[in-house]
């Protein structure tokens, strides 16, 4: 049941830094103010991507054998936590000051309002989840689907919400920072069909619970790609 949205965060739909190498370029004025911006951002995001990581690790690790109950607490938990990550990300990426770039201040306010919408759409998807029927399988599973797709459409938004700081110098000196590295939830093994998804459970990124009931609850997941940034 939970397995589409597993397959989502193990995807791409979680926030990600997909900062690589760095370049070994020497460090002159302007280097050193990069470097000290980055490391006051990465220092302040590390508790908020790994907070975000652990979100989705939830999710991708829900059983797709539980109980409706069991898969509503976890996701609608989970969705709330990448709400909070989102906005202490805005609150570092404002408290680290104007990136010392060409139109750093534009950057930063893109980045800030972003992550701000972001963690509105996060808080609206829990909202969704908490109003499902856990009575109904059935009727848990079709609503599973919506909330599957109200994923999708907030992938991008979150993906390009830091994407806007990572450009040139800046995005190898936050590429540099440890605590701007990219973690990545674990990937979970195939689990069988089953009505419901449950935390902890061994949830598989690929979409599909098995059907009937079970079924469109699979189906119900969101894809949210998951290649967690240091979050």
């Known amino acids: 049941m ?24 020497e460090v002159e004025d302007e280097g050193k103010k990069t470097e000290a911006w980055a ?25 797709a054998d539980s109980k409706p109950a069991d898969v509503q607490a976890a996701d609608s938990k989970a969705f709330q936590d990448i709400a909070d990550s989102n906005k202490a990300l805005a609150k570092a990426v404002q408290n680290a000051g104007v990136p010392p770039v060409e139109n750093g201040e534009k950057l930063q306010q893109d980045a800030v309002k972003e992550l701000n919408s972001s963690a509105t759409a996060y808080e609206g998807l829990r909202k969704q989840v908490d109003a499902l029927d856990t009575k109904s399988q059935q009727k848990f599973a079709d609503g599973l689907k919506g909330v599957a797709d109200s994923l999708k459409r907030i992938e991008k938004m979150d993906q390009d919400a830091l994407a806007k700081l990572q450009t040139g110098d800046l995005r190898q000196a936050m ?3 440890p605590g701007c590295q990219k973690v990545r939830p674990s990937a979970v093994p195939t689990t069988t069909s089953g009505p419901a998804a449950k935390p902890g459970g ?16 699979e189906s119900a997941k969101p894809s949210a790609s998951a290649s967690g940034a240091s979050e």
Do not use: H, M, Y
């Open 2 to 25: 939970n397995k589409k949205l597993a397959a989502a965060l193990s995807g791409g739909a979680v926030l990600v830094l997909a900062l690589s190498g760095c370049s070994g370029d």
């Open 39 to 63: 490391k006051t951002f990465c220092e302040q995001a590390k508790p908020s991507f790994q907070k975000r990581a652990g979100a989705q690790q939830t999710i991708i690790s829900t059983a």
């Open 175 to 177: 590429a540099r920072q």
């Open 202 to 217: 061994s949830a598989s990124p690929s979409a599909g619970a098995s059907a009937k009931p079970a079924e469109s609850a």
